[in-house]
């Protein structure tokens, strides 16, 4: 079962006007903007303060009609250091939809011989809810000189003071426009913005079919570790194998600049298989716990790759910048409406390479740190 693959692409001019972007970074484009996610929902439990947006996955279904419509939203916390704690206290996963009949959406310009040209537009008298002027998140405060300007928070009310808005607040005439300096301190609140675009994973050609198989243990790392080591590290390997991570890396290299592996096919009821990065540190039954609004077992829906990481500007010199191996997103199997309450929060495991298997022996031997390896993963070639 093939997994779909997420590419990160620069932003065009047609992605302005887009309203389901997949999308890395920016703010959140919401689907229902009449109904921004509040900030409380997504507060770092480490730092306190509201996490901002990783990705956004356009993933609609036809089953219910409620999903007819269906955007997935990952949240992280923008420090770095939060992200030494579990996922469960830096990371949040959201999932929004609508109907094809709905108040926010309507049709445009159907070609009537093409039923499949279908634009969306925002309806006539929709009115998108104030957001924060930093993260996009619901902006229901507002600064007290000027009550302009919006924000999710008290903290990003005083991030934005200290960025320009001392200088640009003017009490009740009219505010100054932002200064370049002050936009460019904004933009770096949140991460650079990409494109997602996605494409079938190839089918495994016939000298590749042991890949796929049950039996990686077969695999001789010493086959695969064709980077040069010294006698002691091929020592090493030979005794510590991680199959699973073997695997990862036979698979990743295939198509190395994939930043998103997503499970599900529209037409069929299967779904891919999680790639792990690891045999340890897989999530369990009781991580995967059922769905809070509907009571549905939830499934593996896509992960997010290492590879991810290079898009984020994050300085990766930084021991205390963000990382993962992998990030597993899991969702409620159902779909079921998120009407009543807007977003339903779904399940995110991180999964870090092995901290004693091959990995890290194949890491330090190629790049000195495994650091360096999730940040340089693309330049692989083995
Ligand atoms: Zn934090
Ligand atoms: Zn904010
Ligand atoms: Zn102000
Ligand atoms: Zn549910």
Known sequence: ????????EPIDSEFEDDPFPSKVGGKPRWLDPTCPLEADRVI???CSKPMVLLMQLSAPEDDPPEAFHRMLYVFICHNGICHKAGAKRCMRVFRSQLPEENAVYMENNIDAANE?????????GVVRAPVCVVCGLSGNKACSK???RRYCSRSHQIADWDAGHKAQCCGDVPMKPESAEHHRKLQRMVYPEHIIVSEEEPACGESDEDDDGEDTENINPESLAVVPV?????EDSEVEVDPAFMKFQKRIQKNPDQIL???RTPESNETAEPL???????????DISKCANCGATREFEFQVMPQMINYLSIDSVDPNSIDWGTLLVYTCSRNCSSSSTGYIEEIVCRQQFSSHGIGQKY???????????TKQFDSLDI
């Open 44 to 46: 770092c439990d480490e």
């Open 363 to 373: 890491m330090r031997a190629y790049y000195g740190d495994e650091t360096a390896f």
């Open 1 to 8: 079962m093939a997994a779909t693959l997420g590419y990160a």
């Open 230 to 234: 010294t006698n002691e590290r091929v």
């Open 261 to 263: 592996r997503y499970a």
């Open 116 to 124: 499949n040209d279908v634009e969306w537009v925002m309806a006539e």
């Open 276 to 286: 792990f990065v690891s045999d340890s540190d897989q999530p369990k039954a009781d």
């Open 146 to 148: 000027c009550h302009k």
